[in-house]
């Protein structure tokens, strides 16, 4: 990262500092994508299995069995849209309903670009924090594929939010480490960029781990398991 000093002409400075937002803006742009298609494939894997949003709050289970509509003009028109299709199921559009099941639940596209995301977005976030620095690269990728394995995933629901979960971390990691080591040198118009990058940055982190708790807890079965005349109820039972 470039160093902003006094002794710098002032339109330098201007320069300098309006490449390294741009920089940043950039990778930033590849993580809110990510965060937009995770949040949509969750949202609409809980409808799908009639969840429900209670006042914008905790998702809850619909009582009994919604009525489907088919509508084949609006598969033909949307199917390749699922975010679309998400938002409009949401406000309460059943046939945008009935033509999310099949994208969600036959055609692995969708999984496919969502994993391109997460994948662009980690690349994003890893060059612009290790830069030139090969080590500290080769640190990073090693630690994200530690969160990986230590977060499991057993769907490709859960393994698209726990890649959220790992790139909203690293982008924390970099928010914090990058406002403390530029710290002295800012104005405080660029401290106040910095503390709401932090600020950001902080809400989608707790955000993804809020979605992928949610989804676990909802959409994966527990197993029942008897010990002695003990029954215990294991989630996740597919994870060592």
Same mark, same amino acid.
């Given at each position: 990262?470039?160093?902003?000093?006094?002794?710098?002409?002032?339109k #330098?400075?201007?320069e300098?500092?309006? @490449?390294?937002r741009?920089?940043?803006?950039?990778?930033?742009?590849?993580?809110?994508?990510?965060?937009?298609?995770? #949040?949509?494939?969750?949202?609409?894997?809980?409808?799908?299995?009639?969840y429900?949003?209670?006042?914008?709050?905790?998702? =809850?289970?619909?009582?009994?069995?919604?009525k489907?509509?088919?509508?084949?003009?609006?598969?033909? &028109?949307?199917?390749?849209d $699922?975010?679309?299709?998400?938002? =409009?199921?949401? #406000?309460?559009?059943?046939?945008?309903?009935?033509?999310?099941?099949?994208?969600?639940n036959?055609?692995?596209?969708?999984?496919?670009?969502?994993? /391109?995301?997460?994948?662009?977005?980690?690349?994003? =976030?890893?060059?612009?924090?290790?830069?030139?620095?090969? $080590?500290?690269?080769?640190?990073?990728?090693?630690?994200l594929?530690?969160? =990986?394995?230590?977060?499991?995933?057993?769907?490709?629901?859960?393994?698209?939010?726990?890649? &959220?979960?790992?790139?909203?971390?690293?982008?924390?990691y970099?928010?914090d @480490?990058?406002?403390?080591?530029?710290?002295?040198?800012?104005?405080?118009?660029?401290?106040?960029?910095?503390?709401?990058?932090?600020?950001?940055?902080?809400?989608?982190?707790?955000?993804? $781990?809020?979605?992928?708790?949610?989804?676990?807890?909802?959409l994966?079965? @527990?197993v029942?398991? /008897?010990?002695?005349?003990?029954?215990?109820?294991v @989630? /996740?039972?597919?994870k060592?």
């Amino acid at each position: 990262m470039l160093t902003l000093s006094g002794a710098r002409p002032l339109k #330098a400075q201007a320069e300098s500092w309006r @490449a390294e937002r741009a920089c940043l803006e950039a990778a930033d742009g590849a993580l809110h994508e990510l965060c937009d298609a995770s #949040a949509a494939m969750a949202r609409g894997s809980l409808m799908l299995a009639e969840y429900y949003r209670h006042h914008r709050g905790e998702w =809850r289970k619909r009582g009994g069995k919604s009525k489907k509509q088919a509508s084949k003009a609006l598969q033909k &028109r949307e199917t390749s849209d $699922i975010f679309a299709l998400v938002r =409009r199921a949401e #406000a309460g559009d059943k046939a945008a309903m009935t033509a999310l099941r099949p994208l969600m639940n036959q055609l692995p596209g969708a999984w496919e670009m969502a994993g /391109n995301l997460a994948i662009r977005a980690e690349n994003a =976030r890893v060059n612009v924090a290790a830069g030139t620095d090969e $080590i500290l690269r080769e640190a990073l990728t090693r630690k994200l594929a530690a969160l =990986r394995e230590e977060l499991g995933g057993g769907t490709p629901l859960e393994h698209l939010l726990v890649e &959220r979960v790992v790139a909203c971390w690293l982008n924390v990691y970099y928010s914090d @480490a990058l406002y403390a080591k530029r710290l002295n040198d800012l104005t405080w118009a660029q401290s106040e960029y910095f503390q709401r990058r932090q600020e950001r940055a902080h809400r989608q982190y707790l955000l993804s $781990i809020r979605t992928l708790e949610q989804v676990r807890r909802l959409l994966v079965p @527990a197993v029942q398991v /008897n010990i002695g005349a003990q029954q215990l109820n294991v @989630a /996740n039972a597919g994870k060592q």
